[in-house]
């Protein structure tokens, strides 16, 4: 059975403050890992990740996966308020000889939460 | 824009009834499209696979007759939650492949009176 484990869970921070988050998994057949943020609906795709050791980077957030070690991390340098969400991390791994694309395992989440 | 669309994105309904939500996929054909569910605080559950022109695939521990799902055509799927009960309350989503990853409707909020 696929999975996927994020970790810490939680977190509280102020803001300036920098964060990772973590993200490891255990998958047959591994396509991609991606990043998500939901803030009370739909997630919001942050990073699709593919390659290991290719950083991916939009503004504050950076990602990088480890395909050897099987995670990845996510990273918000000077955190904001609004930065404020779950952050998801999901793998595609396709079944069934390659089909099922898209189909995404999800780990549990991480709530990080910003403070003033 | 959004290029798969979910509707209703909220919906109140008595125990007892049905409820139907709709995902569309805009300007592209989807062949298979997924149905995921949220409880608060939790993180996205697969509950099936949608197939256009044959049956759903659930995942194990899905009941697919209190979850209809109708792959109609190539860009629609609908997910009916038959005699709704308050603990079918819940976000759920739909999405549909992309080149890597998937595009995600808006979401539905369900609660069950």
């Known amino acids: 059975e696929d999975k996927v484990v994020q970790s810490p869970l939680s977190l509280v921070v102020h803001e300036g403050d920098t964060v990772t988050l973590n993200c490891s998994y255990e998958?047959?057949?591994?396509?991609?890992l991606l990043w998500y943020k939901q803030e009370k609906k739909a997630p919001t795709f942050l990073f699709m990740l593919?390659?290991?050791?290719i950083e991916k980077k939009s503004g504050r957030l950076s990602s990088i996966l480890d395909k050897k070690e099987l995670f990845s991390i996510l990273n918000i340098t000077a955190t904001q308020t609004g930065d404020s969400a779950v952050y998801l991390c999901?793998?595609?791994?396709?079944?069934?000889?390659?089909?099922?694309?898209?189909?995404?395992?999800f780990g549990q989440g991480t709530i990080l939460t910003v403070h003033p | 824009g959004a290029v798969v669309s979910q509707h209703p994105s909220r919906v109140i309904c008595k125990s007892g009834t049905s409820v139907k939500i709709e995902c569309r996929s805009l300007?592209?054909?989807?062949?298979?499209m997924f149905w995921y569910r949220q409880f608060p605080k939790q993180s996205l559950m697969l509950m099936a696979t949608?197939?256009?022109?044959?049956?759903?695939?659930?995942e194990q521990g899905v009941e697919k007759d209190k979850f209809l799902i109708n792959h109609a055509s190539l860009t629609l799927s609908t997910l009916t939650v038959t005699s709704a009960h308050p603990e079918d309350s819940s976000f759920y989503i739909c999405?549909?492949?992309?080149?890597?990853?998937?595009?995600f409707g808006q979401g539905t909020r369900l609660t069950v009176v």
């Open positions: 999405s549909a492949p992309r080149n890597l990853g998937a595009f």
């Open positions: 998958v047959t057949n591994f396509r991609s």
């Open positions: 593919t390659s290991s050791g």
């Open positions: 999901a793998v595609e791994a396709p079944r069934y000889g390659g089909t099922s694309y898209g189909k995404l395992t």
């Open positions: 300007d592209f054909q989807a062949t298979t």
């Open positions: 949608s197939n256009e022109g044959s049956k759903a695939t659930y």
